[in-house]
């Protein structure tokens, strides 16, 4: 049977990597729709390549340069939000959630009130609204499907044991490019230096996270949300190799761990086969022997206190996960544009959660309720920003 698989974020890191392996198995997978932010040429290029049935882009004002870029091949197309909701409408077995922060929640959303399989790598949509999503995920019969190397490691790991079973779960970390640089010296990174990633290929926004530890702080509660684990029974340790990406301790004292080559392709295809195996061309198989050595050591929230904030905002629960990370997206934009420095990150993270602590101590109820939070964070951060230059 051939599965018809539609991809949200498409054009980015993970999208890529998906049709990548939607190009190798042309007997098992068909495109759906292709959805993409505003890059009209590389979506209808992609779309003309993987002979999507519709491509869609949010935004609205790059219509134009799409249907131009896709006529004459016969793809439907369409911008703007209604775009994007036909587009995750239309049939599709699975839909890979690969949108880049909160944007994603709402297609996200629509796929699952769907009842689709979804792929998810938009962590940002348990992050923002977890309860909310896990709710729909059971109340419209949707599968999830964690995406992460981590959660999926953490999945494989788990296999049909039982949550109740399990002492804890351990994250790993490859402690990013500035592992094992001085404070002072991460002080001053630029965002190139941030983005250097030394083991895996991202896009830039979970690039800067991973250089802060932020993106683990985002997959603890992550992980929170998809096993219904206490936030005592998670952890993160660095594993500088990203070799072993996810550990189940269980109350017997055995540990199952998912290990494989840093190659987001591993955890796309174990979502993509539904059960099966599939096969990565050009996928390198994982030598233990010529890794050598596996290491591990604690992470330090001294020099990376983005992991600290994340872990009290996931202890704090309510709102807070959703507000720390409205801060977070424009502090790492901020610090993208060269507007702010590093540390700055977690500053106006940190304010953001204190300021807006008292405000919203319940969990967002549903997706809206979670982007009007979102909304008023991003602008109490984006009025913050300039002041923290100028103290700066
Ligand atoms: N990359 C990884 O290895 C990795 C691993 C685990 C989890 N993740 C998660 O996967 C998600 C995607 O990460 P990525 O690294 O693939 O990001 P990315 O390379 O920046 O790609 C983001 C994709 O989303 C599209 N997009 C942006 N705004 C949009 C909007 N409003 N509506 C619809 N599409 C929009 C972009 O299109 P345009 O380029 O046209 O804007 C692009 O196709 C993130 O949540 C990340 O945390 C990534």
């Not at 439907?76 to 949108?99: F, H, Y």
């Not at 044991?161 to 790993?172: C, H, L, Q």
């Not at 590093?342 to 940190?350: K, P, R, S, T």
């Amino acid at each position: 049977m051939t599965l018809t698989v539609t991809i949200l974020g498409a054009t980015g890191s993970i999208g890529r990597s998906t049709t990548d392996l939607l190009a190798q198995h042309p007997d098992r997978f068909r495109v759906g729709a292709l959805v993409g932010g505003r890059d009209a040429v590389a979506l209808a290029k992609l779309a003309r390549e993987m002979g999507a049935q519709f491509a869609a882009l949010a935004d609205a004002s790059a219509g134009p340069a799409l249907a131009e870029a896709l006529s004459g091949s016969g793809i439907p197309n369409g911008a703007g939000e209604s775009a994007v909701l036909e587009a995750v409408a239309r049939d599709a077995d699975i839909v890979v959630a690969a949108v880049s922060g909160a944007a994603g929640l709402k297609p996200t959303h629509a796929a699952l009130r769907l009842g689709r399989t979804v792929a998810l790598a938009n962590k940002e949509s348990l992050v923002c609204a977890g309860d909310a999503f896990m709710r729909d995920a059971a109340r419209y019969n949707a599968k999830l499907l964690p995406v992460d190397s981590e959660h999926n490691a953490l999945a494989q790991a788990l296999g049909n044991g039982p949550v109740s079973d399990v002492a804890k779960m351990t994250i790993t970390a490859s402690g990013g490019p500035f592992r094992t640089w001085t404070r002072e010296r991460i002080a001053a990174a630029s965002a190139t230096e941030a983005a250097a990633h030394p083991t895996w290929s991202m896009g830039m926004k979970i690039n800067i996270d991973s250089a802060s530890l932020m993106n683990k702080g985002l997959e603890l509660i992550e992980a929170h949300h998809l096993f219904a684990l206490e936030p005592e029974r998670l952890d993160v340790i660095v594993h500088p190799q990203s070799i072993v990406h996810g550990l189940v301790y269980w109350l017997d004292g055995a540990v199952t761990a998912g290990l494989a080559m840093p190659d987001m392709r591993v955890p796309i295809a174990h979502c993509l086969g539904l059960g099966d195996r599939l096969t990565i061309a050009r996928g390198r198989p994982l030598d233990l022997a010529a890794a050598g050595s596996l290491t591990f050591e604690p992470a330090d929230e001294a020099r990376f206190p983005c992991l600290r904030i994340a872990r009290a905002a996931l202890a704090d629960g309510g709102a807070a996960p959703t507000v720390m990370n409205a801060a977070n997206e424009i502090a790492v934009a901020a610090f993208i544009r060269g507007a702010i420095r590093f540390y700055d990150i977690a500053d106006l993270v940190e304010r953001a959660c204190e300021h807006f602590a008292a405000r919203y101590r319940t969990a967002p109820a549903d997706v809206d309720e979670a982007l009007a939070i979102d909304a008023e964070v991003r602008a109490w951060s984006l009025e913050a920003t300039p002041r923290m230059r100028a103290a700066g």
